[in-house]
């Protein structure tokens, strides 16, 4: 079965670092286009980061040049660096696998949860 397992969250200051990861089974990983999304308090979800197979990233705006995410095809995982967090970060990050001829995400993690509070 397919399963997908964040890792990572927690409490961090503003200002500061945090690494998420997100271990995949059940797919063939090196060929699919993995994403984080995160949804905020009373907010919807939004795209935070993708990869594809070839390695092609695209960042929301609002992480732009201080999120940074890669994968490790040989441990089918991918990775969310986090730097300079701010409290608008603050949710529940959750990584997802899309396929190479689907057109979205088919598969979820459940999430792990990011606070950033002094």
């Known amino acids: 079965q397919v399963q997908l397992v964040e890792s990572g969250g927690g409490l961090v200051q503003p200002g500061g670092s945090l690494s998420l990861s997100c271990a995949a089974s059940g797919i063939g990983f090196r060929f699919y286009t993995m994403g984080w999304y995160r949804q905020a308090p009373g907010k919807q979800r939004e795209l935070v980061a993708t990869i594809s197979s070839f390695r092609v990233t695209n960042y929301a705006d609002s992480v732009k040049g201080r999120f940074t995410v890669s994968r490790d095809n040989a441990k089918n995982t991918v990775s969310l660096q986090m730097n300079n967090l701010k409290p608008e970060g603050t949710a529940v990050y959750s990584c997802?696998?899309?396929?190479?001829?689907?057109?979205?995400?088919?598969?979820w993690g459940r999430g792990t949860q990011v606070t950033v509070s002094s």
């Open positions: 997802a696998a899309r396929g190479p001829s689907a057109a979205t995400f088919d598969y």
